[in-house]
């Protein structure tokens, strides 16, 4: 075989592994579509049942219903296992990033976290599901860990998108300052200015400020995605500069989780205008 067709054997050999990564992209945009859709119609037809089976059976546990106390117990409960959690999901989060090789795929230090970060979410996930009184706000946490988890398939697929996951989980350093706030020990002396600093100051800079950012980060994202493939001369470009693409999820999941943090901002802010003190939690 001569050295031209060596090449030309070489070039068809690249083509195909090229055009199998195409189709791999395209079964999973495939899959987190509809798994997308299989969630959200369960979601919607379920709750919509559970909310009249609710109405005609309610009388049967209304002497099951918790007393106040009982409620108290559940939301701290569920409190202290936040506060006990997230201080490690922080520090796999600064350790990531803070190593380099954010964008290779077999760092390690990348799948502790990226496992961390999932076991705790489908757990709180669960916890949320199952004990509804333990937060504010349930369907609001749960549309949030459910986006969430949707989310995090990206990174776990494209290592380029990574640093982004990793700067939004950011955000949890937040919601351990928030679950703070409503414990006793940062209702009095001088652990209370620190810690309600820490939080209005990480509230703001990262719901109101980094999330927004990361609209246009993962839309550059995007856009090199099909850039890339326009240089490849891959055909699915075409349709990829369209959105119809894995890569153009993030664009629409971070401006739904922003959407979300403008929701929580406002009523913080009322909380704030009405002085009122934390609550049991968003």
Known sequence: MSEAEELRAE???LRELLEVRDRDNDLFLIGLVFLAAIALSILIFFWGQLAQIWKEYKYL??????TASDVDRRIRLHDYFNLLVLPGLIVLDV?????GAVGVYHNPRFWRFFWYS???IVIDLLWVAAVPSCVKSPPTILVHHCLTLLYLGIPAYNPDTRYMMAVDLMVELNTWLLIMRRQP??????VKPVVSCGFYITWFVIRCMVYPYGIYEVYCLFARHVEKLAQEENSAWQRARWGLTYMFIPVVFQTLLVLLNIHWTIQLLRNATKRKGPSKGL
Do not use: A, Q, T
Not at 61 to 66: A, F, G, K
Not at 95 to 99: D, P, V, W
């Open 95 to 99: 350790y990531f990033l803070s190593h």
């Open 185 to 190: 020990i940062s209702r009095k002396g001088s």
């Open 118 to 120: 999932v076991i705790y």
């Open 61 to 66: 546990i209304e002497p099951l219903n918790p």
């Open 11 to 13: 070039v068809l050999r």
